[in-house]
């Protein structure tokens, strides 16, 4: 098993593209400017403060060996060894307040900007085209819009904060030892390249372990997550045994990759904390004999030490800086691919809100081919016309093009040739809102969300009264089995309504559709799982509520459509029949083979109720 390659490219072509993205992600913090100020003055300050340690325990140290040695001076030094002691303290608070203040703010500004970037990403997948969703794979979706995020978070707090933070410590640091002592200097600064250098290149060698580790994290949750999903499909075939083995087999990858990393951390860390000492040994010999021939004092070789202690930890990490802006690049990267989609199905610039008066729909040779195979035509030069109170019956073998004229009339894709109009107006000259709501689809696929059975009817209008959801329910035959439940309409349907049979999860998503009565209906195969009685019923129950809607009805079984005012017959995406159950039959085509096919040996079959076959009809 291999990581599956990402749907998004996570490497900016070049250096510029890199500086790019980060410069656009500089921009999106300073859209927070008071924060970045406080965090920079308090980065500034904190700084200051830090510098000023080791001047001052010098300085006491210099006083106490006044004190200790006496004379007429001892006094007047043990007051100024007080005074200083207090400054210490001063200084140790205010470095204390002023850090506060600046890890404060800084995560402040990565926090603002994750969510902004957050709700940007989660906005723009809800507008993105289905073509979009057939080529990108849903969990580098859930990858750019989390893991991705959080790279960018960070970016701030520690990749920019740091640099201010390194510029200013290094700088002034380096000045204050080289003015005071050059070659006492150049030592107790002699570990900063090395140990910076190696913190950087550990830090890069992380990442790439990091990176690797990821894509097969990702692999251990899709196998996961389709074991999860699939149960009922591993436990019948007795896969349990195959499964452990996939899994286990990705959990081995991980675990080499995660040596690997405490390997490289482990090795790098005693590499730098070893060439630190070396630098601090060779500080205290140089000043220790400084020292001793009087051209220093213990309290300057103090301020030199304890200089390089505080240096040693931002040297450090260096290599979160440089990480941090590798990851923002690379992550902000991936986040600015998906951001900067334009959708190709969206309102065109003059659209306008769908006014629906006679209610006539027409579909006027329909071409189409799917993105993704533009030269497959799905459908060929497809026609018809439905008024108010009509229904159109569409048949046809599996693949035929059914489901996507379902998906055509809300503009899920356009189509490639041809038009559809409702009242004249071009479907792709209307808003999508006025659309949408115009027209309400059933799917094949009876998807329900993990809340309770009212809040999965009023998903298309929340606001809705219990008495509305109520009648949807009545109409759609689901009534009478939610009254029998212990909490009624707010018993939770469980993970995608699992705690439903395939029937009731049907009649739930036809009431979710009826609840709204939009003035053309579409019935995707969304009967199949429906007894024909109970089916029956519902349409009865439809047209008293949705009365002069129009209903376009597709499905398998002839007996869900043989009622309709025109069936077309689809084959290879061309209908290839078309008229009343009647004429068809008349006609001794396909249609008829099919009828034969189903109702053999008798009509009977077709006019059977079955009845509770699934036992909770209303
Ligand atoms: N997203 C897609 N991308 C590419 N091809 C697709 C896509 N969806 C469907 N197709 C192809 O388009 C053709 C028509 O599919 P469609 O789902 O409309 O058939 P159908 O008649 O509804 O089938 P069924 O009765 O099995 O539901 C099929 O060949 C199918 O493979």
Redesign the pocket.
């Known amino acids: 098993m291999k990581p599956r390659a990402s749907s998004f490219s996570s490497k900016p072509s070049d250096v510029s593209e890199g500086l790019g993205v980060l410069t656009r992600i500089t921009r999106m913090t300073l859209a927070y400017p008071w924060q970045v100020g406080l965090a920079v003055a308090g980065t500034v300050a904190a700084v200051m403060m830090q510098l000023s340690i080791p001047l001052l325990l010098g300085r006491a140290v210099d006083q106490a060996q006044q004190v200790i040695t006496g004379g007429t001076q001892g006094q007047a030094a043990e007051q100024a060894l007080w005074a200083t002691a207090g400054m210490l303290l001063f200084v140790s608070v205010a470095r204390g307040i002023f850090t506060m203040v600046q890890n404060y703010y800084a995560e402040s500004v990565g926090h603002h900007v994750a969510y902004k970037i957050r709700l940007m990403c989660y906005e723009k997948i809800q507008h993105l085209s289905?073509?979009f969703h057939?080529r990108v794979h849903s969990g580098d979706l859930i990858t750019v819009g989390l893991l991705d995020v959080e790279g960018v978070r960070m970016f701030f707090s520690t990749g920019l904060i740091r640099v201010v933070l390194l510029t200013l410590l290094i700088g002034i640091g380096a000045f204050m030892l080289l003015s005071t002592d050059l070659v006492l200097g150049l030592l107790a600064l002699s570990f900063v390249p090395f140990v910076g250098w190696r913190s950087a290149v550990s830090r890069l060698q992380l990442r790439a372990a990091w990176l690797r580790l990821q894509e097969w994290l990702a692999v251990l949750t899709q196998v996961m997550d389709e074991n999860l999903s699939g149960i009922r499909v591993v436990r019948a075939f007795a896969a349990q045994a195959f499964e452990l083995a996939k899994f286990d087999r990705a959990s081995k990858v991980t675990l080499g990759l995660q040596h690997e990393r405490v390997d490289i951390r482990v090795r790098n860390t005693s590499v730098m904390t070893f060439s630190f000492f070396i630098a601090m040994g060779l500080v205290l010999v140089v000043g220790g004999y400084q020292v001793k021939t009087g051209q220093t004092s213990v309290g300057t070789l103090t301020s030199f030490l304890t200089f390089m202690t505080i240096l040693q930890m931002p040297v450090r990490q260096i290599g979160m800086m440089v990480n941090s802006f590798a990851r923002a690049s690379t992550c902000g990267y991936r986040l600015f691919q998906l951001l900067d989609i334009e959708p190709d199905i969206r309102d065109a610039d003059d659209a306008k809100s769908l006014d629906v008066k006679e209610g006539v729909l027409r579909f006027d040779n329909v071409d189409f081919a799917?993105p993704?195979?533009p030269d497959?035509p799905?459908l060929k030069k497809v026609s018809f016309t439905a008024r108010r109170g009509q229904t159109i019956g569409i048949v046809?073998?599996?693949?035929?093009?059914?489901?996507?004229?379902a998906?055509l009339l809300p503009r899920f894709y356009d189509v490639t040739g041809g038009a559809i109009t409702i009242d004249g107006q071009d479907v792709r000259h209307v808003t999508l809102e006025s659309l949408r709501s115009a027209v309400g689809v059933v799917q094949?696929d009876s998807f329900l969300f993990t809340t309770t059975i009212e809040n999965n009817i009023a998903y298309g209008d929340p606001w809705a009264s219990d008495q509305r959801i109520e009648r949807a329910a009545e109409s759609a035959q689901l009534h009478n089995y939610v009254l029998g439940l212990p909490q009624d309409y707010n018993t939770v349907v469980g993970e995608r309504g699992v705690s439903l049979s395939g029937g009731q999860r049907q009649r739930l998503s036809i009431a979710r559709v009826l609840m709204l009565r939009p003035p053309i209906l579409v019935f995707?195969?969304s009967t199949a799982a429906i007894d024909a009685g109970t089916e029956q019923r519902i349409r009865s129950a439809m047209h008293r509520m949705a009365g002069d809607s129009i209903m376009i009805v597709?499905a398998?079984r002839l007996s869900s459509l043989m009622h309709a005012d025109e069936i077309l017959f689809?084959e290879d995406?061309e209908i290839v029949e078309r008229g009343t159950h009647e004429a068809l039959l008349a006609k001794g085509g396909r249609y008829h083979a099919l009828y034969e096919l189903q109702v053999r040996p008798g009509d009977e079959m077709l006019n059977e109720t079955e009845e509770g076959k699934d036992g909770n009809a209303s």
């Open positions: 289905f073509s057939g799917y993704n195979a497959r799905v046809g073998p599996p693949g035929s093009g059914k489901s996507t004229i998906s094949q995707d195969d597709i398998h689809l995406g």
